[in-house]
Each structure stands twice: as C-alpha cells, then as structure tokens.
T-cell receptor, first 113, second 112 residues
Framework: DGGITQSPKYLFRKEGQNVTLSCEQNLNHDAMYWYRQDPGQGLRLIYYSQIVNDFQKGDIAEGYSVSREKKESFPLTVTSAQKNPTAFYLC????????????FGSGTRLTVV | DQQVKQNSPSLSVQEGRISILNCDYTNSMFDYFLWYKKYPAEGPTFLISISSIKDKNEDGRFTVFLNKSAKHLSLHIVPSQPGDSAVYFCALNAGNNRKLIWGLGTSLAVNP
C-alpha cells in the first residue's frame, strides 16, 4: 500500500538538542511538505520541496532545516535555534500537477523538556 | 493577516441533522478549494474539493458550496453522524502552485 510514513509518532528531547523527524513516501510524489500544528492553530508551512535536491522556506522556517537527497525522503531537523519546538509535526506530499492528491502522514508529536 | 478564516472554532449538532461549516477568504486569486478532516493525533485526510468554475460539488453526504462574490465557502454534511466528529479545515490554493493556505479549523461534535 502506498502512503507516507512519519516516525517516530512521539519524540521527547532535551532543550538545546537538535532532533530529526523522518518522513518517507512511496507514492512517487514529486513534492513534499512539512507543516507544524499548535493547539488552536491551523497548519503552518515550514519547508517544502518540489523536486529532489531543491527546497524552499515556508512561512515559519526559522530554526528548522531540511534535505531532499532522495525523492522518497524529506527529513526535518528541529535545531536548538527553534525557540518553541514543542508541537505536532505533519509531513505531506503531492504529485506533479497540483494539490488534488495532497496526502498527509500521521504526524510526530515532539515534546521538548 | 489571515487570508483564510474559519470563524467558528467549534460546532455541535445532533445526529441526523445538518452540519454547516464555513470558511471565508480575502484573496480573489484563490481558484481551488479543499476541505480536510482531521482526527486527534492523525494527519488530515482529504474530504471534498471544488474549483472556482463551479459553485457546488456533491459527494454522498458531503456538499461544498462556493460563493465567489462573497469569497465564502461552506461544507454541508447531511445527515450528520457521530463518526463525523473531527476538526475540519478548509484549504485554498492559488494558481496550482501546490501550496495550500489553511484555515484554523472548526471542531465538529455530532451528538448521538
């Protein structure tokens, strides 16, 4: 079955540590996205990539970094520069041609203590 | 400055009745409109969409209405079922650039 896998589902880290969230898709989608959701907030775009080896900042990229070395994978690193990293992180992908087949992973809840 | 607004954070309806969720937008460049449903601790799942050339799209119990002059989008669920209880997000796209602009969501509770 095709889909997007985010791992782990829950992640705990100490303040000041970098942490990397995994996102893998086997849908053969060109574009991949990282969103953050906070309580009472909508989804805010962190980074997106429309093709391998290329990515663009979204609306709240500060304190985050990404890479897109393979079509299937789009890992997100939450760095120590991110002032409020505790949140629910969602990865999504879409095929070339638009947003009609936007598919989400099940998310990673990151808690920084 | 929020381009997409879902002014009702929550909505409660009785099973079997109609649920109406609303979404307002400010940018007339939006030309594709989607509704997503989200359960706690899960990713959103696509529900229904409409392009700007239409004013209504229906899929089973779900109907989306688009009023371009009012820049208003609504989702009707009829009859509502307890399994419809979730957070509903509207998401808008301009020019097919694969970026979606999201509302803050409306939490729907359907009571048995």
């Amino acid at each position: 079955d095709g889909g997007i896998t985010q791992s782990p589902k829950y992640l705990f880290r100490k303040e000041g540590q970098n942490v990397t969230l995994s996102c893998e898709q086997n849908l053969n989608h060109d574009a991949m996205y990282w969103y953050r959701q906070d309580p009472g907030q909508g989804l805010r775009l962190i980074y997106y990539s429309q093709i391998v080896n290329d990515f663009q900042k979204g609306d709240i990229a500060e304190g985050y970094s990404v890479s897109r070395e393979k079509k299937e994978s789009f890992p997100l690193t939450v760095t120590s520069a991110q002032k409020n990293p505790t949140a629910f992180y969602l990865c999504a992908s879409s095929p070339r041609g638009g947003v009609r087949d936007y598919t989400f992973g099940s998310g990673t809840r990151l808690t920084v203590v | 400055d929020q381009q997409v607004k879902q002014n009702s954070p929550s909505l409660s309806v009785q099973e079997g009745r109609i649920s109406i969720l609303n979404c307002d937008y400010t940018n007339s460049m939006f030309d594709y409109f989607l509704w997503y449903k989200k359960y706690p601790a899960e990713g959103p799942t696509f529900l229904i969409s409409i392009s700007s050339i239409k004013d209504k799209n229906e899929d089973g119990r779900f109907t989306v209405f688009l009023n371009k002059s009012a820049k208003h989008l609504s989702l009707h669920i009829v009859p509502s079922q307890p399994g419809d209880s979730a957070v509903y997000f509207c998401a808008l796209n301009a020019g097919n650039n694969r970026k979606l602009i999201w509302g803050l969501g409306t939490s729907l509770a359907v009571n048995p």
